[in-house]
């Protein structure tokens, strides 16, 4: 089997690590194939080697172009490749441009597509990544969920629950993996003024290019009594310094400015602080996983579980709600204890090699492969129905051929489900078929 994993930025490939180590542990060709898209050939390389990984087999280039230009690009390039290669299935992991083309490229030449990270919303449009998930999951056949929240997004969206395997998050698989490395090479301990300080991240386009509520997070981080470690985005230094806040960030002797981290450096330094203030994605995931609270400054987060489990505040950009939610916990030894010790959602570190064996059942059992309907088959429709009697879903859809259960609601709630869910006193809703005899 050839697997196809198609990566672009730095998180893609972080999350990808410990996958590229599964496949490479077995028989199976692993072709990496870098997009390039926010750092060039030289920073490529040394980031793989850094992460002790294979360099990548192929590196297109994009660089930072327009979202269009990179999409098109990485997708002229991907149909010789893939075409070349012979890949089996394609992986992408995430939301990014690479991640969207990926998918469409590997769609439109009939190549399978599993999609790692499959299933998460942010339930807001305004955010390129949301639709390019939700594009990507389109055109997926196998679906890596990390958790079964995750999974009913899809199953509310027709996606066929068969498809639907929740495997945790490769974040853990790659925290416990790549700290060690941390550990081992990163220096950053040595650049830090404070023993104990919040990791302080921001860098998405609707705080860092809004005016009012870059204000207002800084003038609630000026006001705080704790010291704070701020690695500075380039475009947030730019956006700080037109708005005339960078300077007094500078000159306040509780926060420290440093350069942009690399990512083992940022994580040994996340891995010893006390509170983490964020508006990315990922990190919420990380600190969740190093047991690290977390207040995250947006209005909504497409990793919901990381608030359900306990591990994470979302607290907007109003400057007294975030001194608060800030202040509420580092001054509340119990709540503190609690987040810190939140459940991680995202499992105990083995679904890179949860989704390698499911990758690896697909072919063997020649399920991977896109074929053409050699029956007509009609669409009868949606039922809604109301199950009385013991039975599970592998038993009612063996029973009901053309019946293909899509929700599952109990009490009113919806339900993950599996093959072994029982159905008794649930209502369900079908997608059902008629098949010309």
């Given at each position: 089997m050839k697997i196809g994993i198609v990566l672009g930025t730095r998180p893609e490939i972080?999350?990808?690590?410990?996958?590229?180590?599964?496949?490479?542990?077995?028989?199976?060709?692993?072709?990496?194939?870098?997009?390039?898209?926010?750092?060039?050939?030289?920073?490529?390389?040394?980031?793989?080697?850094?992460?002790?990984?294979?360099?990548?087999?192929?590196?297109?280039?994009?660089?930072?172009?327009?979202?269009?230009?990179?999409?098109?690009?990485?997708?002229?390039e991907l149909e010789k490749i893939l075409i070349d290669e012979k890949i089996d299935i394609v992986l992408v992991q995430g939301d990014t441009n690479a991640v969207l083309a990926g998918a469409l490229a590997a769609n439109k030449l009939k190549i399978p597509v599993g999609h790692v990270e499959a299933g998460l919303r942010s339930f807001d449009k305004d955010m390129p990544e949301e639709n390019n998930r939700i594009i990507a999951d389109n055109c997926s056949s196998l679906f890596f969920v990390p958790t079964k929240e995750n999974a009913i997004n899809l199953q509310n969206e027709g996606i066929n629950h068969k498809d639907i395997h929740v495997t945790g998050n490769t974040i853990v698989d790659a925290c416990k993996r790549n700290l060690k490395i941390a550990i081992e090479k990163s220096g950053v301990k040595d650049i830090i003024k404070y023993d104990k300080y919040i990791v302080l991240t921001l860098h998405r386009a609707e705080n860092v290019d809004n005016p009012e509520r870059l204000k207002n997070i800084v003038r609630s981080l000026l006001k705080l009594e704790y010291n704070i470690v701020f690695p500075l985005h380039p475009h947030t230094k730019k956006s700080l310094e037109e708005n005339d806040l960078y300077e007094q960030m500078l000159k306040s002797s509780h926060i420290q400015i440093t350069k942009p981290l690399g990512y083992l450096d940022f994580l040994y330094l996340l891995s010893k602080s006390s509170l983490v203030l964020t508006d990315s994605?990922?990190?919420?995931?990380?600190?969740?996983?190093?047991?690290?609270?977390?207040?995250?400054?947006?209005?909504?987060?497409e990793r919901p579980e990381t608030i359900s489990a306990g591990g994470n505040i979302l607290a907007g950009t109003e400057e007294k709600e975030i001194k608060y939610n800030i202040e509420s916990i580092l001054n509340n030894e119990e709540v503190y204890e609690k987040m810190a010790n939140a459940v991680n959602p995202y499992g105990n570190g083995d679904s890179?090699?949860?989704?390698?064996?499911?990758?690896?059942?697909?072919?063997?059992?020649?399920?991977?492969?896109?074929?053409?309907?050699?029956?007509?088959?009609?669409?009868?429709?949606?039922?809604?129905?109301?199950?009385?009697?013991?039975?599970?879903?592998?038993?009612?859809?063996?029973?009901?051929?053309?019946?293909?259960?899509?929700?599952?609601?109990?009490?009113?709630?919806?339900?993950?489900?599996?093959?072994?869910?029982?159905?008794?006193?649930?209502?369900?809703?079908?997608?059902?078929?008629?098949?010309?005899?």
């Open positions: 972080i999350k990808m690590s410990s996958l590229i180590d599964e496949i490479n542990k077995h028989d199976d060709e692993c072709v990496i194939i870098h997009t390039g898209q926010h750092f060039d050939d030289e920073m490529s390389k040394q980031f793989f080697i850094d992460l002790n990984l294979p360099l990548p087999d192929y590196n297109i280039g994009i660089g930072s172009n327009t979202a269009i230009k990179q999409i098109s690009i990485i997708i002229s994605g990922g990190i919420q995931e990380e600190s969740i996983t190093l047991n690290i609270p977390c207040v995250t400054l947006r209005y909504n987060t890179s090699e949860k989704i390698y064996s499911i990758i690896k059942d697909a072919f063997e059992n020649n399920r991977l492969k896109i074929k053409s309907s050699d029956t007509i088959v009609d669409f009868e429709g949606y039922l809604m129905k109301n199950i009385t009697n013991d039975i599970t879903v592998e038993e009612f859809e063996n029973e009901n051929k053309n019946q293909i259960i899509e929700q599952i609601f109990y009490n009113g709630l919806p339900e993950f489900i599996d093959e072994k869910t029982n159905l008794k006193n649930k209502s369900i809703i079908i997608k059902k078929f008629k098949q010309r005899t």
